[in-house]
Nanobody
Framework: QVQLLESGGGLVQPGGSLRLSCVAS????????VGWYRQAPGKERELVAT????????NYGDSVKGRFTISRDNAKKSVYLQMNSLKSEDTAVYYC?????????WGQGTQVTVSS
């Protein structure tokens, strides 16, 4: 079965940086749109960033534009999220996501906490 495994979450001070990683297995990774979503306590899951397959089209949530960067390495079946200038409101569980051919897949999530 398809698995998406996230890593890289943790506690960081405001203004700091973190890099999330997600590695996929049992998935034709290069043909899938990949991305990151997040969910804060008491809030709905929201888009952080997505990255297309062939043309590499990116889409970012308004609250992270200019601070976060999504990238992928198809050879490693991995997607990354570089997060800079972190704010307290970025605190959430971050979920790796892959979709294609009518299928949607999610990782288990990794906690990111921004606090002094």
């Amino acid at each position: 079965q398809v698995q998406l495994l996230e890593s890289g979450g943790g506690l960081v001070q405001p203004g700091g940086s973190l890099r999330l990683s997600c590695v996929a297995s049992r998935l034709p990774f290069s043909t899938y749109v990949v991305g990151w979503y997040r969910q804060a306590p008491g809030k709905e899951r929201e888009l952080v960033a997505t990255l297309g397959d062939a043309e590499g089209t990116t889409n970012y949530g308004d609250s992270v534009k200019g601070r976060f960067t999504i990238s992928r390495d198809n050879a490693k079946k991995s997607v990354y999220l570089q997060m800079n200038s972190l704010k307290s409101e970025d605190t959430a569980v971050y979920y790796c996501h892959a979709r294609g051919y009518g299928n949607w897949y999610w990782g288990q999530g990794t906690q990111v906490t921004v606090s002094s």
